[in-house]
């Protein structure tokens, strides 16, 4: 087996081989080979045919108040002739390193199985809740401010960018949008698309909120189907819900997507005789510490302390060892690799998710495996914590 990137010429290979194991049309693949700037992996049978590919896209992402670099994983493939042959683990043991000498953070995918990409160290994520609101029930009162529609002649790029930036600054593994990734604002043709983008302005004329939505005919109704929703604060919020109550008349319920964040809750008023519903969706993604010592050194944590880890990497030999952490108000004073019995034994893929703030320490201790405690050490509590969660993104 040959294992290594591709060549610009074989980039149709790799989008015709992505169109036939997804069993979708070739022209909607992702890869635009005459515009293509992102690292394909292959895996090559003795003949020098293609087997496997994947596509790691670069993204800065939000990590604890760090902007870092996260190599997003995408277009995961195998021709059903090759499958069970190793050409997807190849390419990742080959990719992996390349990542971490390349200065990469973490790296993040979507999976076909939690099992399959845990054996290489990644490891469930952000979580998010599915909303379904009955229109019919919205009632309270609603803040002073106007909603506006986004079309290509009045596209509000820079107004909906700064909605995004609030959780860009507050959730961790979001991406970091630059100019762009607005280009959609700026070809909006609702009257053709019927895909309506609506900006909601507060009193002081500061955009607060915005969403894109669809209308849809389900079995419950004819409902507003969200593909976009975000909002910086509990009026943003309360403004989105004014604009569907607004639409009422011909939309049962609509339906939406946000942080996994219980506090949420209490945006509206009324939960009884099914006003609203939510869903915890499965998990949206999984994530991979690359670097371990930069993670922990950008890391926040709580309080001053000292900490011992042994991180075990099968694909990344550098992060094996352990890592003892200073930290003092919060931020690490100092990381480096040391000797004798660490506090905890982690996989990599357990500490990727914990580091990044899926749970606190007391409710991993009981639950995550990859995890052992070597000796009590209450300072593990104040490095593994739960934190603010969502990505938005898809590659």
């Given at each position: 087996m040959i294992v290594r990137k591709t060549k610009p010429e074989e980039y149709r290979r790799v989008n015709a081989l992505f169109a036939i194991c997804f069993e979708q049309p070739y022209q909607n693949c992702p890869i635009d080979p005459e515009q293509d700037d992102a690292a394909h992996w292959a895996a090559y049978?003795?003949?020098?045919?293609?087997?496997?590919?994947?596509?790691?896209?670069?993204?800065?992402?939000q990590f604890d108040g760090h902007i870092c670099k996260m190599g997003g994983v995408g277009g995961v493939a195998t021709l059903p002739e090759y499958r069970r042959r190793g050409g997807i683990r190849?390419?990742?043991?080959?990719?992996?390193?390349?990542?971490?000498?390349?200065?990469?953070?973490?790296?993040?995918?979507?999976?076909?199985?939690?099992?399959?990409?845990r054996k290489f160290g990644f490891e469930t994520c952000v979580?998010?809740?599915?909303?379904?609101?009955?229109?019919?029930?919205?009632?309270?009162?609603?803040?002073?401010?106007?909603?506006?529609?986004?079309e290509a002649d009045r596209p509000m790029t820079e107004a909906i960018r700064s909605v995004d930036q609030t959780w860009e600054?507050?959730?961790?593994?979001?991406?970091?949008?630059?100019?762009e990734a607005y280009q959609w604002t700026r070809e909006a043709e609702p009257a053709v698309e019927q895909a309506f983008t609506y900006v909601w302005f507060d009193e002081a004329n500061r955009p607060r909120a915005y969403t894109t939505?669809?209308?849809?005919?389900?079995?419950?109704?004819?409902?507003?189907?969200?593909?976009?929703?975000?909002?910086?604060?509990?009026?943003?919020?309360?403004?989105?819900m004014q604009l569907f109550k607004s639409l009422s008349a011909d939309h049962r319920y609509a339906k939406f997507q946000t942080p996994a964040l219980p506090a949420l809750q209490y945006l509206l008023p009324?939960?009884?005789?099914?006003?609203?519903?939510?869903?915890?969706l499965p998990s949206s993604g999984m994530v991979r510490a690359v670097n371990v010592q930069s993670v922990l050194e950008k890391?926040?944590?709580?309080g001053n302390g000292q900490v011992k880890l042994e991180v075990q990497d099968g694909q990344i030999s550098e992060n094996n060892g352990r890592f003892v952490v200073t930290f003092a108000e919060n931020r690490a004073v100092s990381v480096e690799k040391g000797t004798g019995e660490a506090d905890a034994v982690l996989s990599v893929s357990a500490f990727s998710a914990l580091i990044a703030g899926v749970c606190d320490f007391e409710e991993a201790r009981h639950?995550?495996?990859?995890?052992?405690?070597?000796?009590?050490?209450?300072?593990?509590?104040?490095?593994?914590?739960?934190?603010?969660?969502m990505i938005t993104d898809y590659f």
């Open positions: 049978d003795d003949s020098g045919n293609m087997m496997s590919t994947f596509t790691i896209s670069d993204f800065s992402i190849a390419c990742f043991q080959a990719a992996l390193p390349e990542l971490y000498a390349n200065g990469y953070d973490f790296s993040y995918l979507y999976p076909f199985s939690t099992a399959y990409y979580q998010k809740y599915a909303w379904s609101v009955d229109l019919s029930q919205l009632g309270f009162s609603t803040p002073s401010g106007s909603f506006r529609l986004a600054r507050h959730f961790n593994m979001m991406v970091q949008h630059g100019e939505f669809r209308a849809a005919r389900e079995a419950d109704g004819r409902n507003l189907i969200c593909s976009r929703f975000c909002f910086a604060d509990r009026e943003g919020f309360a403004g989105l009324e939960w009884s005789l099914g006003a609203v519903t939510w869903t915890l890391a926040r944590y709580r639950t995550f495996f990859g995890l052992t405690i070597r000796r009590e050490n209450p300072v593990l509590d104040q490095v593994f914590f739960r934190k603010p969660l």
